[in-house]
């Protein structure tokens, strides 16, 4: 009896023990790595890719959701909100947001205003995310000074469409620790006047004309010299039109000596035939400074969402042709009106839609005919959004896509080019009375085929910038600047334009519940 | 000689007086079932603490004082029996077993305990009940029968309920309870054949479910399946064959009022059509369901073995959709020795869903929206299909033609599960048992996807245009492979000495899951179905990706049970847990709980009365935890192919990278503190029973994913997945059982069930109020989660009315006199200006409109026999519950279509309506007009069955036979004007009726055959 009770108890002894083995698990057991999550510290080449993730972010084009830097959301309110451009396609088609935007009865529910307020933050977030760890990079000096320059650029440049859009916008110039540190730092939540916004764009837009190279050392899409010098120009000169600018003549100045830089560096000239600028064959052309570029990835086209399909040519009435997109922002009879006869730029501007009745239909560039506008949505399209898929007599494509058969085909978008630089020295050069604004006007007029002038003035200038650059995202921030947004908006037939209100963006009200009223709406929304 | 008399005399008196006052009763105590003489039988003398027992041999010898007359006779598992003495001396009793008290065996955590002794809070639902249900798992089944637990379904065939034990408690987007199917643990039953289960314990509280520690926060149902039976071979076939239809279908507008409705919401009138399209005819069917399942079993003493065959047929009610799916199962049990047992229970599932999908995603041609969203709003004067052609809604209204969405594309989902459990049971001492339980589950699923190749010209459409095309047909295929196995060893010591029964429990259990996943898709595949291969699409638009994911747990876990005299319990339970989905420094966490229990009806003092027949207290207080968050949650991750093209086309694009998730590194376990006490009670000999509980349950460190202000940094989602809140339910849950059996034909059983819950936030962790709910258009966020609010209430501006005249606007003004809603027009909402500063801000306005979360469920479930037939009804129903109608609410555009409902009674100047505003393009603002009731009402289920007399049956040799009819779902009185009031959804942002499936009604013949 004893015997056994021994046996059996050496028996559960044994048990316990091997079941103590088996299962001690060792703290190893429960460090599993995030599977298929790459870590900071597994790339060696993190900064340099950050940065090129940070191009990236240029490219967001997602108007109802998360994020639209350069695409539906950009055109609406660059484009359709000016006098140069209605809303386009059907009568109810995004009648909410576009039409709202379109007609001046936009709420802060508009949901492109958000997506435009989260594009820019997210750019402006990997942009700060990037430089912290290029501080940290172990990568030479002068490479480092180069790509922290075109960072800089990107996030001036980003702050520059913010201030224009919005007024007075947080300042955020650092990465938060955590959600404690962001939500206990006023930057975040508290809007900065826009004077402050604009001070730091400078310091950002300074630097990156210190340290970036010039044009042609790099690949094109990277931001050089002439980019940072054009934009910081620009930046100048809107500063310089604030009303509330004690000192304007010294921001004057600037303008003059950063583009006459530009001008004397000897490297942009203007492109002989103002219709290829746009066109797939004048990407990074000799007038380009910069241009947010599109190709292809992964066996797919990389392009900005939206941008081109939703500008195509849109089927309506009887129908009976495959169109080119959704048919949005129109040029309105003021933009024509707007062209001296004989400008070339208009054709080239514009696509008319045969209304005549004689069923000739429009014969694009390329070949592609557009049926007459009793199968046509709307009369007018803009001609710097085509794209085409049509072939030269040997069967090659005119212009290359990875996947020519979608709509939706890439585009370089020309944020800087050279005639804008000429302008704006121009329009210094008039301000302070030096230089020889003249002779730029006339280099642009004398390409789109028009008597020189003598003796510009201010007004011609603005007359100048609004049919050079028309449709080019320009013309709704310049008529702010100028300071006669009202009145041209309401001889354009855009009367909701109220002053004093219209000229900003409302602030997203989500954003402004989510940070606790901190963020203050703009006036009378 | 006198001193003597006077003694006598005296001793006489006394003894005279000692005849007259007290008395012996003896006699002998024996049961009624077997004659055997009991011992240890406790007699009493009622009113008094005088007692005795039955020696050995069942007799008894007691005194009675004068005055005392009753004795009363227990023990335990006896019914007590109450004796009036009299005269007599000698009183033999006979005591009858008590059927109460045969102990019903629960299954709790590793291992099994006599439902009388369980201090916590569990319940349990048979086998049978859950077969009885056309439904595809048997988490279905159980809704309305369980009190405390509501189980919110979505009607789509393959896809698996929400359930919800005792309030949202759990804040984790589809979290749900921890299943554990013959120990072992799974998150998903879909594949398990309900025919397979013997029965359903659930496991709500925390004490009863702080065993399985870090998963017990949303309760635990622990399923136990079928085994085999010592005796001859025993073969049963049950089947069921039905029709399923979409129920409570939203009626849409027909043409002539739709017409009506867009001429006076955008001014013009739409195209002239002959068309009259019901959409939702369209693209819904009556659906056959059908089941088979043959089951073997048989057994020696030795071993046993069972066999399941199941199969099920599901058609979806949405056209061109079928599930299918096979199960086998396999559980068998041999005793190798006296000492040693080993058992093995697998089962194998083999499924395919065709076309089962509730949304097809925008893709770069535009192609938009899911089928039943563009169903809602495709207008009907568009035609759907003739003669071979669609109607094209794209080129009118910029939705999707629902029928063209369904057949545009191809889908097949097939999945192959082995899923089992291996365990060796070694009793080396009578006291001791040693237990090792290995478990695995092996899944993988290989899905194909093929998109048809269309263009929006004459060939496809009756009108060429819109933006309803495909330029390349694509095909895309992605397979999945997962593995995860849970081991348990546990050692239970059991003792029993005088009147103290402990058992003690010690044990560590380790799972490891993994899984990994790659897909590929090009493009230009022919639309031959032989053809749908990845190597014959165009290799120069090749795309494929790839993942993977893996966790890890550890445990080690102790549990002392302690009955005292069977009528004190203890229970308590220690675990702690390790799970690597947490950063290290928050790895561990230790779950204690502790329950008490009194069984009140087994005390002296309750024997004499006849009123309980069983009286149960107990009280309870546990912990447990939850760590169902992503494995990626707490560690920075960077996110590659970031591409930008520095050269334009003319050069392949540079990759690039994003850091674009904001983290919580700090991130930590969520735990659920929950306090619970409950009687449980029997009267009338066990014919009424019943449970009345209290509970009161903390989640601290609720995860949650909250909206970040997008300023704080590049996120893409806006959402950031941290420890956010604290949230508190508390409430009663009530179950009343009422069983009669009136005579030999005529037995019925009602029972019901009423679950009350009151929800609320009590802190935000320093944190704003969390806001969520945002579903488009200018909707914004329709959701708030606040300090001393319910999780998740809608939170939107307050209508009172609407503007008859303008000089209704004109009157509508703040205390200066200014008007409060200048722009608005006669037909327009009047909104309340809740701060009173004169204007309508859609952020200082909102009030809090109630929440999803419903005041009170309950089920009521009747059964009967009547000879040969069954008949069995159950209800079950939600009351206070609010829900968000997201559908009407995301209208954008005046061509949307709209309910006939709002056709007829919007504000017109003639129908001056202050509920209904004029027609319009929507884009409304969030608000109370979209906040409805979902308190509803359903018949669950329906039931006739018929069994036949065995006399007729021997001539067939069938041993058995029942045919039954039943039905699902079968009718539902709701408030709620949209689809379903049951929504399941992510606790902050519950409630809201988006793209939901509609609910199905099955009506199904069936028999179950022994032979």
Redesign the interface.
């Known amino acids: 009896m004893k015997m056994k009770r021994i046996v059996?108890i050496k028996?559960?002894l044994l048990?316990?023990l091997l079941?103590g083995l088996?299962?001690s698990?060792t703290?190893d057991?429960?460090?599993?790595?995030?599977?298929?999550?790459?870590?900071?510290s597994t790339?060696p080449n993190?900064a340099q890719?950050?940065?090129?993730?940070?191009?990236?972010?240029?490219?967001q084009g997602d108007s109802?959701g998360?994020g639209d830097v350069h695409g539906f959301a950009f055109i609406s309110v660059t484009s359709i909100m000016s006098d140069d451009a209605s809303k386009g396609s059907t009568?109810?088609?995004q009648?909410?947001p576009v039409g709202d935007i379109d007609n001046f009865t936009l709420?802060?529910?508009n949901?492109f205003c958000e997506s435009l307020?989260?594009g820019h933050?997210?750019?402006i977030?990997?942009a700060?995310?990037t430089l912290a760890e290029l501080k940290k990079a172990a990568i030479s000096e002068s490479q480092k000074k180069q790509l922290m320059g075109e960072v800089r650029f990107i996030r001036g440049y980003l702050y520059f469409n913010m201030v224009r859009m919005y007024g007075g916008v947080?300042l955020?110039l650092r990465?938060?620790v955590?959600?404690?540190d962001?939500?206990s730092d006023p930057a975040?939540?508290v809007r900065a006047p826009a004077l402050q916004v604009y001070d730091s764009i400078v310091v950002d837009l300074q630097y990156a004309v210190d340290n970036l190279s010039l044009k042609g050392v790099?690949?094109?899409?990277?931001a050089t010299k002439g980019a940072a010098q054009s934009m910081l120009a620009k930046v100048y000169m809107y500063r310089a039109s604030n009303p509330a600018n004690p000192n304007p003549n010294a921001d004057w100045q600037k303008v003059y000596d950063l583009t006459d830089a530009v001008i004397t560096s000897g490297n942009y000239s203007l492109a002989t035939d103002y219709a290829t600028i746009w066109r797939?064959v004048g990407?990074?052309n000799n007038e380009s400074i910069f241009?947010i570029?599109?190709?292809?990835?992964?066996?797919?086209n990389?392009k900005i969402d939206n941008y081109t399909?939703c500008q195509g040519p849109r089927?309506?009435g009887l129908?009976?042709?495959?169109?080119l997109g959704?048919g949005f922002n129109n040029p309105t009879p003021s933009l024509l009106s707007a062209y001296e006869p004989g400008d070339l730029r208009k054709a080239s501007t514009i696509i008319s839609i045969d209304n005549s009745g004689a069923h000739v239909g429009t014969v694009l560039w390329d070949g592609f005919r557009i049926p007459s506008s009793d199968s046509v949505q709307n009369l007018f399209y803009n001609y710097k959004a085509y794209t085409s898929t049509a072939l030269d007599p040997s069967g090659k494509p005119l212009e290359?896509?990875k996947?020519p058969?979608?709509?939706?085909r890439?585009k370089?978008i020309r944020i800087l080019r050279y005639a804008d630089v000429l302008l704006m020295n121009a329009e210094a050069a008039v301000h302070l009375g030096t230089g020889d604004p003249d002779g730029k006007v006339n280099l642009i007029r004398d390409r789109a085929d028009l008597a020189p002038k003598g003796g510009v003035t201010i007004a011609d200038i603005w007359q100048e910038r609004h049919v050079e650059l028309a449709m080019e995202h320009d013309r709704f921030w310049d008529l702010v600047r100028q300071g006669n947004a009202e009145a041209v908006m309401h001889a354009a037939g855009k009367t909701n334009f109220v002053a004093g209100k219209h000229e900003l963006l409302p602030i997203p009200?989500?954003?402004?519940?989510?940070?606790?009223?901190q963020l203050t709406q703009n006036p009378n929304y | 000689m006198r001193k003597i008399l006077l003694l006598s005399f005296l001793l006489l008196s006394l003894g005279i007086e000692a005849l007259a006052q007290s008395r012996t009763v003896n006699g002998q105590v024996t049961g009624a079932d077997d004659g055997q003489p009991i011992p240890g039988v406790n007699i009493i003398v009622q009113g008094t603490n005088k007692g005795t027992t039955t020696d050995m041999n069942g007799k008894y010898s007691i005194e009675l004082a004068a005055g005392e007359n009753v004795l009363v006779y227990t023990f335990v598992g006896y019914k007590a029996q109450t004796i009036e003495v009299g005269q007599r001396e000698v009183i033999d009793v006979v005591l009858l077993i008590d059927a109460t008290e045969l102990e019903e065996v629960v299954v709790v955590g590793y291992g099994i305990q006599k439902k009388s002794d369980i201090t916590g809070s569990t319940a349990n639902v048979k086998g049978e009940e859950l077969t009885k249900q056309p439904v595809l798992t048997a988490t279905q089944a159980i809704q309305g029968k369980v009190a405390g637990v509501q189980i919110i379904s979505s009607g789509q065939p393959g896809s698996s309920p929400q359930i919800r034990v005792r309030g949202v408690s759990t804040a984790l987007a589809g979290t749900t309870s921890l299943y554990v199917v013959d120990g072992v643990l799974t998150d998903d039953i879909s594949n398990i054949n309900t025919a397979d289960i013997v029965d359903m314990n659930i496991l709500k509280d925390a004490s009863s479910a702080a065993i399985y520690g870090s998963r017990g926060a949303n309760g635990v149902i622990i399923i136990t399946t079928k085994k085999g039976v010592e005796g001859a071979i025993k073969v049963t076939y049950n089947n069921n064959i039905g029709i399923r239809q979409a129920a409570n279908l939203v009626e849409m507008a027909n043409s002539a009022e739709y017409n009506n409705y867009v001429q006076a919401a955008?001014g013009?009138a739409p195209p002239a059509s002959s068309y009259d399209t019901d959409w939702y005819n369209t693209i819904l069917r009556n659906a056959w369901q059908q089941t088979h399942n043959i089951s073997l079993s048989s057994g020696t003493d030795k071993a046993t073995y069972l066999f399941n065959v199941g199969y099920l047929q599901d058609q979806g009610i949405v056209i061109d959709n079928e599930f299918k799916r096979l199960t086998l199962r396999f559980n068998n049990e041999y005793k190798i020795t006296d000492k040693i047992k080993f058992g093995l229970q697998s089962s194998y599932g083999n499924s395919i869903n065709e076309n089962g999908f509730g949304n097809i995603n925008i893709d770069?041609?535009?192609n938009i929206g899911s089928v039943y969203n563009d169903a809602y709003r495709a207008a009907p004067i568009i035609a759907d299909i003739e003669n071979g052609l669609y109607g094209n809604t794209s080129?009118y209204?910029?939705v999707g033609n629902p029928l063209l969405d369904v057949k545009n594309n191809s889908v097949k989902v097939k999945e192959n599960r082995l899923q089992g459990s291996t365990y060796l049971e070694?009793k080396?001492?009578t006291w001791?048992t040693?237990r090792?339980t290995i478990g695995g589950d092996w899944r993988n699923s290989l899905n194909r996807l093929y998109e048809y190749q269309f263009?929006?010209?004459?060939n496809t459409f009756l009108?060429?245009?819109g933006?309803q095309y495909r330029?390349?047909s694509k095909l895309s295929v992605s397979q999945s492979q997962s593995f995860r196995w849970v081991?348990d060893?546990m050692?239970t010591l059991y003792k029993k000495f005088d009147k103290h029964d402990i058992t003690l429990l010690v044990g560590?259990?380790?799972e490891?899951y993994n899984?990994?996943w790659f897909s590929a898709s090009r493009l230009d595949v022919p639309a031959d179905p032989s053809l749908w291969y990845i190597g014959v699409g165009d290799a120069?638009?090749?795309?494929n990706a790839?993942?993977?994911?893996?966790?890890?747990?550890?445990s080690y876990l102790a549990r002392l049970n302690y009955a005292y005299n069977e009528k004190y319990l203890l229970t308590a339970t220690v675990r702690r847990d390790?799970?690597?989905r947490l950063p290290?420094q928050n790895?561990w966490q230790v779950y204690p709980s502790v329950g008490l229990g009194w069984i009140m009806s087994r005390e002296n003092f309750m024997q004499g009365q006849n009123i309980f027949d069983l009286l149960k207290i107990r009280a309870s207080y546990g912990k447990v935890g939850n760590d169902q968050i992503p494995?990626?949650a707490f560690?920075?991750?960077?996110?590659?192919?970031?591409?930008?093209?520095?050269?334009?086309?003319?050069?392949?694009?540079?990759?690039?990278?994003?850091?674009?998730q904001?983290i919580?590194?700090?991130i930590t376990w969520e735990t659920t503190e929950e306090f619970d006490v409950a009687i449980e009670f029997a009267f009338l000999q066990s014919k009424l029973t019943g449970e009345l509980n209290y509970y009161k349950k903390n989640v601290n460190n609720a995860l949650i994913f909250k909206?970040?202000?997008?300023?704080?940094?590049?996120?893409?989602?806006?959402l950031?997945l941290?420890n956010a809140a604290s949230i508190q339910n508390n409430g009663i849950e009530a179950v009343l059982n009422w069983t009669d059996k009136v005579n030999d034909n005529f037995s019925y059983t009602i029972s019901g069930n009423v679950t009350l819950n009151k929800n609320k936030v009590v802190d935000l962790n320093?944190?704003?109020p969390i806001?969520s709910g945002?579903i488009?258009?200018?909707?914004?966020?329709t959701t708030i989660t606040d300090i001393g609010q319910p999780i998740g209430s809608f939170y939107v501006l307050d209508v009172i009315g609407v503007f008859n005249s303008a000089a209704d606007v004109a009157a509508y003004q703040d205390a200066d006199g200014n008007m409060i809603q200048p722009s608005a027009n006669p037909g327009d909402f009047k909104y309340r200006d809740k701060d009173g500063d004169g204007v309508i801000d859609?952020?200082?306005d909102k009030v809090y409109a109630g929440s999803y979360q419903p005041v009170a469920y309950f089920g009521l479930n009747l059964g009967a026999n009547f000879k040969n037939w069954d008949f069995s009804l159950s209800l079950y129903g939600n009351v206070g519950n609010e829900v968000y109608n997201g559908k009407k609410a995301v209208r954008?555009?005046?061509?949307d279509n709209i309910e006939k409902e709002i056709a007829y009674n919007r504000w017109t100047p003639s129908n001056k309506s202050q509920s209904e505003p004029a027609a319009n393009?929507?884009?409304m603002?969030a608000s109370t007009y979209f906040v409805e009731s979902g308190s509803f009402l359903r018949i669950n289920n329906l039931t006739i069955g018929y069994t036949f007399p065995s006399s007729l049956l021997q001539k067939i040799k069938i041993s058995s036979l029942r045919v039954f009819a039943t039905s699902q779902n079968l009718f539902t009185l709701k408030k709620y004007s949209g689809f379903t009031p049951e929504l399941p959804g992510d606790p902050v942002s519950s409630g809201i009726e988006l793209s939901s499936y509609p609910t199905t009604r099955t009506i199904a013949m069936g028999l179950n055959v022994g032979f």
Request: glycine share 12%; aromatic share 10%.
């Open positions: 059996s028996f559960v048990i316990t079941t088996i299962v698990c703290d057991f429960l460090d599993v790595p995030v599977q298929g999550g790459v870590s900071t790339d993190l890719d950050l940065v090129t993730g940070l191009y990236n972010t240029l490219l109802w998360n009568a109810t088609d009648a909410i709420t802060s529910t949901k307020w989260s933050y997210n750019g977030g990997a700060n995310r947080p955020v990465v938060p955590n959600e404690a962001a939500s975040f939540s790099y690949a094109p899409g990277r797939q990407d990074n241009e570029q599109t190709g292809e990835f992964d066996n797919s990389l399909v089927v309506g129908g009976g042709w495959n169109d959704w290359e896509f996947n058969g979608d709509k939706d890439p370089n009200n989500s954003q402004i519940l989510l940070s606790g009223n | 955008t013009s770069a041609y535009g080129a209204q910029n070694v080396p001492l001791l040693f090792s263009f929006n010209d004459e009108v060429a245009g933006n330029a390349q081991w060893n050692i560590t259990t380790a490891e899984l990994h120069n638009t090749s795309q790839g993942g993977g994911d893996a966790w890890a747990r550890n390790g799970s690597s290290s790895r494995t990626n560690t920075q991750t960077v996110a590659q192919n970031k591409p930008y093209p520095y050269s334009g086309y003319t050069t392949p694009s540079t990759n690039g990278d994003q850091i674009n904001l919580d590194p700090n909206p970040l202000l997008v300023t704080w940094g590049f996120d893409l989602d806006h950031i941290t320093g944190g704003l806001y945002g488009g258009a200018a909707q914004g966020f859609i952020n200082k954008v555009s005046g061509t393009s929507g884009n603002y």
